[in-house]
């Protein structure tokens, strides 16, 4: 097939990117920014070395909803057709993965859309809409609506409601549009997915990459995201303390390769490699503990071993930190730090806020986090409380504890769970960001 594409355009692109375009990639669809490719038994997911019409497409769909974007350009939107800048290589799979979330939400192929939201106050599988515009009330953030005298259905949020596209509301303009109709069971689900659609859209929009993770706000997840992968995301989350610059800095430099590769050759590459507390040695260390572990079994194996006796997350986590030290005999005062000890206390213990963020990626799944194990339920996850946080949720009333430790981590997402008790780490990021740049 030939793209209808501007070739001009996309030899710049291929320019800018130092990347060669590709009319489709084999890899297909579903893998087109991000194809995957394994050494020993750990498989990465790393961006390519081509792209794609399919990644254009999302890197603009991407773009087109940033918040950021709409707002910098709202002037010229009303009166011009968009125009997108040029896309650079260190943000450009990040935005093609985002977009592409987003495509798959609005054509209505995200799996995730089928999980029940709305309830029918009904048994009835055949259903007379007889709806009008006053028979909606609205009451804790979300929307009651009377079909008809003998039928309701509840709890639509309102943002999705009230959320627009273009001209129009989705979540009010199907049902008009279906009003003196029959609603079977089936339209009722297609419908249930329509505002989880709106609902998920409204939170890659609050969330978008481009305005909350970039060059000019950095995060080390900005390095994980580019792989996709729980190894490498674990090292770049236990790294993650001190300066967000040096942070992301350090992890640049790591060739994440080395997980394939033999102790003497990691302990080679690595030898001029160190951070702060942990030496080289160090560095190497967890190199060699993930390397050994993959050729074993894997971080979400051992990780679920711990935590589901009791649904625990702490005991999912001392069991990795066992694992990891089994199989390499590693101690240091460095090491000891960034892998951190066994936890069997909350009340004066370290809050293992890296290792609490390292599953907030792998278990949420949004337009900040991965998602990459499903088996973890997102209700069970404790808060990663750093010194940001804790101070801004002190100063919110969210936290009453003075003491910086495991118990306040717990308790600030035990208040965070008043707002939301299936997935109270959503607040997480903004928690961090309001500290972090000092806004209260």
Not at 137 to 147: C, D, F, R, S, Y
Not at 203 to 226: H, M
Not at 265 to 289: C, P, W
Not at 375 to 401: A, C, E, Q, W, Y
Request: a neutral charge; glycine letters at 4%.
């Amino acid at each position: 097939r030939t793209p209808n594409l501007n070739l001009e355009i996309v030899a710049e692109i291929e320019k800018k990117l130092g990347l060669t375009f590709v009319s489709e990639k084999d890899t297909g669809e579903a893998e087109a920014s991000h194809p995957k490719g394994s050494f020993g038994s750990v498989t990465l997911v790393s961006p390519t070395n081509a792209f794609a019409p399919i990644d254009i497409l999302d890197y603009i769909y991407a773009v087109l909803h940033s918040h950021a974007y709409r707002e910098k350009y709202k002037e010229f939107l009303k009166i011009d057709f968009p125009r997108v800048a040029f896309p650079e290589i260190k943000t450009f799979w990040q935005l093609v993965e985002m977009g592409a979330k987003l495509r798959q939400i609005h054509l209505l192929e995200d799996e995730s859309l089928n999980e029940r939201i709305i309830e029918i106050d009904d048994g009835n599988p055949h259903i007379t809409n007889k709806l009008n515009q006053k028979d909606f009330i609205v009451a804790n953030e979300k929307v009651t609506l009377q079909i008809n005298p003998e039928v309701a259905i509840s709890n639509i949020p309102l943002i999705a409601w009230e959320f627009y596209i273009g001209g129009y509301q989705p979540a009010q303009k199907w049902l008009k549009d279906r009003v003196g109709r029959e609603l079977s069971r089936s339209d009722l689900k297609h419908y249930n997915r329509i505002i989880n659609a709106l609902v998920k859209t409204d939170q890659v929009l609050k969330c978008n990459a481009l305005g909350e993770i970039s060059l000019e706000r950095l995060d080390p997840i900005l390095v994980a995201y580019r792989y996709k992968d729980p190894s490498v995301s674990l090292i770049c989350a236990l790294f993650s303390y001190g300066n967000v610059k040096q942070i992301v800095k350090f992890l640049d430099s790591l060739d994440f390769s080395l997980l394939s590769k033999s102790d003497a050759e990691i302990q080679e590459a690595l030898k001029n490699h160190y951070y702060r507390f942990q030496t080289s040695e160090d560095v190497a260390a967890l190199f060699i503990a993930l390397k050994r572990l993959h050729e074993k079994t894997t971080l979400e194996e051992v990780f679920m071993s711990g935590y589901s006796a009791n649904n625990s997350t702490i005991e999912g986590i001392n069991a990795l930190i066992m694992m990891l030290r089994d199989l390499f005999a590693h101690t240091s005062k460095g090491y000891d730090f960034l892998t951190s000890k066994v936890t069997t206390k909350t009340k004066g213990a370290g809050a293992l806020k890296r290792w609490m963020m390292f599953l907030r990626w792998m278990v949420r799944d949004d337009a900040i986090d991965m998602g990459l194990w499903k088996g973890v339920n997102k209700g069970d996850l404790i808060m990663p409380l750093d010194t940001h946080t804790f101070k801004v949720s002190k100063k919110l009333g969210l936290l009453h504890r003075d003491t910086y430790d495991l118990q306040a981590a717990i308790e600030l997402t035990q208040a965070l769970k008043k707002f939301d008790k299936n997935d109270p780490l959503k607040y997480d990021f903004a928690l961090y960001r309001i500290g972090q740049e000092k806004i209260i």
